[in-house]
């Protein structure tokens, strides 16, 4: 097993010999993980590996019923402020236009600013979508949608995104296009992402690290020796290709 | 343009229909006892309009209905939410609520009279009776089926539960809210007029009635056209209102 090495005082969010199962079906089976500040991982495994699971855990929707999850150093009890998450679907709210959807963390939590405007209009040129701001979600293409909702999950600064195969339903170039997007974004702000994925590629395209996920455990890591600054072009590349391939027979083993 | 055709072939089919129902009764020399012909129905109408006949019925049914609606409504919906928010004690008193409503509505009618007397009051508690459970039954589906991943997103985003339940779960249901509101708005006209006929001394159901005894079915065409009429106006607003209020959902949109 090849564990990653990053400095134990960088740990943001981390996993000690967690479990967790659903009427004596073991999902998650004594888990030990951990997240550094501004790392990109990605998990990869089997439909039913317990990824979701994982995620739900991580992000403290649930709690773990064995073992300890940690955020900075401190357990985790309730759902953590401090992250963003984005579903496979992009989960707008139909009656609110885009500016008002990427709000809404702040308008639940009462915590609207004249400053807020501001914050959505860069949110908003970030990732090329300054021309939706007062659209209904009805009217934005699938890509257009899942940039609000990764622009409402950035709202709140996080120190973590969680992403559950958010770009599962979009086509390759919207994929590649918003792939390229979200590593600039989280490279500049410093943002850790968990990034529960079923491509390959786009695992090795994104992550610092790619775990393999089976059976409730991470059967596997494979640090991913690729450049810090990515572009399209690197998939093309043999380095990567060669990733890939191990991963691919990893996951087919 | 292609809507203001579809209206104009829509008007023109009730014309021909009303022209050969007038042709045929004249024709087939048919009794205004048994059928009338659509002018001694507007005759009828007209005069009972311009004379203030039909007025205080008008009004009393009116009333009546729009009394039923908004109770039948406002429990119906308020009882959606809770049932459909907390379903533990929805498994407890489901069973009962479906129970009453299999009774049927009008053998409830003389037990109504001897509880509240005669007059609008038994009336509009038989419409919201019957107005309650469309509500209740859409409000509820709708408040229990509200996307999983959504109500996760609330939860990670630490919304409180009445947060989700008002700003998501009600809001989300309000397309479904409105279809069970126009259901309502439908038999509300039905609950009225069926308990007009039952124990009431004004409104158009009883006009039916007095129309049936004086053998005066002119006078029941009119009525019934008039209780189509109000029907027409309340569905007209409702769609009006659900316009209004859903007029940023796709649902809507999408029509």
Request: proline share 4%; aromatic share 10%; with cysteine.
């Given at each position: 097993m090849n564990v990653g090495t990053f400095s134990e005082s960088s740990v943001l969010l981390e996993f000690k010999e967690v479990s967790f199962s659903y009427s004596s079906q073991p999902?998650?089976?004594?888990?030990?993980?951990?997240?550094?500040?501004?790392?990109?991982?990605?998990?990869l495994g089997r439909s039913g590996c317990g990824k979701s699971t994982f995620l739900d855990i991580a992000s403290g929707l649930m709690k773990a019923q064995q073992g300890?999850?940690?955020?900075?150093?401190?357990?985790?009890?309730?759902?953590?402020?401090?992250?963003?998450?984005?579903?496979?679907?992009?989960?707008?709210?139909?009656?609110m236009n885009v500016s008002e959807n990427i709000l809404l963390p702040k308008l639940l939590n009462h915590t609207t600013s004249v400053c807020d405007r501001d914050q959505v209009n860069e949110l908003l040129v970030d990732l090329g979508i300054a021309s939706c701001e007062r659209a209904y979600p009805w009217q934005l293409s699938g890509g257009q949608q899942s940039r609000v909702a990764i622009a409402r999950a950035l709202i709140n600064g996080p120190k973590i995104l969680m992403m559950d195969e958010p770009f599962a339903a979009l086509d390759a170039i919207t994929r590649e296009e918003l792939q390229e997007l979200l590593l600039n974004i989280c490279r500049t702000h410093g943002i850790a992402v968990i990034f529960v994925t079923h491509d390959v590629q786009e695992a090795v395209f994104l992550s610092d690290r790619v775990c393999l996920m089976s059976n409730g455990q991470i059967v596997e890591y494979f640090p991913i020796n690729l450049p810090k600054i990515r572009v399209s072009e690197i998939r093309y590349e043999k380095q990567f290709n060669e990733q890939t391939a191990k991963i691919k027979l990893a996951l087919m083993g | 343009m292609s809507h203001k055709f579809d209206y104009f072939i829509s008007l023109l089919l009730g014309i021909l229909f009303l022209f050969l129902w007038e042709f045929l009764t004249h024709f087939m020399q048919i009794s205004a006892l048994v059928l009338p012909s659509p002018s001694?129905?507007?005759?009828?109408?007209?005069?009972?309009l311009s004379s203030g006949y039909f007025l205080p019925h008008l009004l009393q049914t009116l009333g009546e209905v729009l009394g039923g609606l908004l109770l039948g409504s406002i429990f119906g919906m308020g009882g959606g939410i809770f049932l459909g928010e907390v379903i533990s004690f929805r498994k407890l008193v489901m069973p009962y609520v479906v129970m009453t409503q299999i009774i049927p509505k009008l053998a409830l009618a003389p037990l109504f009279i001897v509880w509240f007397g005669f007059g609008s009051l038994p009336c509009v508690v038989m419409t919201a009776l019957i107005c309650f459970f469309p509500m209740l039954e859409t409000t509820m589906t709708a408040i229990d089926n509200v996307d999983v991943q959504k109500i996760k997103l609330f939860k990670i985003l630490g919304a409180s539960r009445f947060q989700t339940l008002i700003k998501l779960k009600v809001a989300c249901s309000l397309p479904y809210i409105f279809s069970g509101f126009?259901?309502?708005?439908?038999?509300?006209?039905?609950?009225?007029?069926?308990?007009?006929?039952?124990?009431?001394?004004?409104?158009?159901?009883?006009?039916?009635?007095?129309?049936?005894?004086?053998?005066?079915?002119?006078?029941?065409?009119?009525?019934?056209?008039?209780?189509?009429?109000?029907?027409?106006?309340?569905?007209?607003l409702t769609t009006l209102l659900e316009s209004y209020f859903l007029k940023n959902y796709a649902l809507n949109r999408r029509r």
């Amino acid at each position: 097993m090849n564990v990653g090495t990053f400095s134990e005082s960088s740990v943001l969010l981390e996993f000690k010999e967690v479990s967790f199962s659903y009427s004596s079906q073991p999902i998650i089976s004594s888990l030990s993980w951990n997240l550094k500040k501004g790392e990109f991982q990605s998990f990869l495994g089997r439909s039913g590996c317990g990824k979701s699971t994982f995620l739900d855990i991580a992000s403290g929707l649930m709690k773990a019923q064995q073992g300890i999850v940690e955020y900075n150093g401190q357990p985790v009890l309730k759902p953590i402020s401090d992250i963003g998450f984005v579903f496979q679907c992009p989960t707008l709210l139909d009656w609110m236009n885009v500016s008002e959807n990427i709000l809404l963390p702040k308008l639940l939590n009462h915590t609207t600013s004249v400053c807020d405007r501001d914050q959505v209009n860069e949110l908003l040129v970030d990732l090329g979508i300054a021309s939706c701001e007062r659209a209904y979600p009805w009217q934005l293409s699938g890509g257009q949608q899942s940039r609000v909702a990764i622009a409402r999950a950035l709202i709140n600064g996080p120190k973590i995104l969680m992403m559950d195969e958010p770009f599962a339903a979009l086509d390759a170039i919207t994929r590649e296009e918003l792939q390229e997007l979200l590593l600039n974004i989280c490279r500049t702000h410093g943002i850790a992402v968990i990034f529960v994925t079923h491509d390959v590629q786009e695992a090795v395209f994104l992550s610092d690290r790619v775990c393999l996920m089976s059976n409730g455990q991470i059967v596997e890591y494979f640090p991913i020796n690729l450049p810090k600054i990515r572009v399209s072009e690197i998939r093309y590349e043999k380095q990567f290709n060669e990733q890939t391939a191990k991963i691919k027979l990893a996951l087919m083993g | 343009m292609s809507h203001k055709f579809d209206y104009f072939i829509s008007l023109l089919l009730g014309i021909l229909f009303l022209f050969l129902w007038e042709f045929l009764t004249h024709f087939m020399q048919i009794s205004a006892l048994v059928l009338p012909s659509p002018s001694s129905i507007f005759l009828t109408l007209t005069k009972g309009l311009s004379s203030g006949y039909f007025l205080p019925h008008l009004l009393q049914t009116l009333g009546e209905v729009l009394g039923g609606l908004l109770l039948g409504s406002i429990f119906g919906m308020g009882g959606g939410i809770f049932l459909g928010e907390v379903i533990s004690f929805r498994k407890l008193v489901m069973p009962y609520v479906v129970m009453t409503q299999i009774i049927p509505k009008l053998a409830l009618a003389p037990l109504f009279i001897v509880w509240f007397g005669f007059g609008s009051l038994p009336c509009v508690v038989m419409t919201a009776l019957i107005c309650f459970f469309p509500m209740l039954e859409t409000t509820m589906t709708a408040i229990d089926n509200v996307d999983v991943q959504k109500i996760k997103l609330f939860k990670i985003l630490g919304a409180s539960r009445f947060q989700t339940l008002i700003k998501l779960k009600v809001a989300c249901s309000l397309p479904y809210i409105f279809s069970g509101f126009r259901v309502s708005v439908v038999l509300s006209l039905v609950g009225a007029v069926v308990s007009e006929f039952i124990g009431a001394s004004r409104g158009l159901g009883t006009l039916i009635i007095v129309g049936q005894g004086s053998m005066d079915t002119p006078m029941i065409f009119a009525s019934m056209t008039l209780i189509t009429a109000m029907g027409l106006c309340i569905y007209t607003l409702t769609t009006l209102l659900e316009s209004y209020f859903l007029k940023n959902y796709a649902l809507n949109r999408r029509r």
